[in-house]
Nanobody, 125 residues
Framework: HVQLVESGGDLVRPGGSLRLSCTSS????????MGWFRQAPGKEREGVAA?????????YYADSVKGRFTISPGNDKNTLYLQMNTLQPDDTAMYYC??????????????????WGQGTQVTVS
């Protein structure tokens, strides 16, 4: 059973920054797509950012976070980061890490991942 663990969520003022982390002790973050998603109360889960951890390092970002958020891998092969700058109240949500693409190719910023973490709460107020 693959376990993804998110951390780094917090209460932050508008304009502030946070860095979220996703780790796993039993899943190698290499050569495959991974993503960050979020879900606010009363809203559907939406893709925030995704990256293919192969040599292309292809990334996708939701329009609402382009230029503010950056997805990147850690130097080890078991950490994925989401750097969030210029946070706004609309960014308030539970943020989830996802791994192991299970959808049709080409992959993209869609929720067709097999493994999901429990989430970390980000509140901008």
């Amino acid at each position: 059973h693959v376990q993804l663990v998110e951390s780094g969520g917090d209460l932050v003022r508008p304009g502030g920054s946070l860095r979220l982390s996703c780790t796993s002790s039993d899943f190698a973050f290499a050569d495959k797509p991974m993503g960050w998603f979020r879900q606010a109360p009363g809203k559907e889960r939406e893709g925030v950012a995704a990256i293919d951890l192969d040599s292309t390092a292809t990334t996708y970002y939701a329009d609402s976070v382009k230029g503010r958020f950056t997805i990147s891998p850690g130097n080890d092969k078991n950490t994925l980061y989401l750097q969030m700058n210029t946070l706004q109240p609309d960014d308030t949500a539970m943020y989830y890490c996802a791994a192991e693409w299970a959808g049709r190719r080409p992959w993209g910023l869609r929720a067709d991942f097999t493994y999901w973490g429990q989430g970390t709460q980000v509140t901008v107020s």
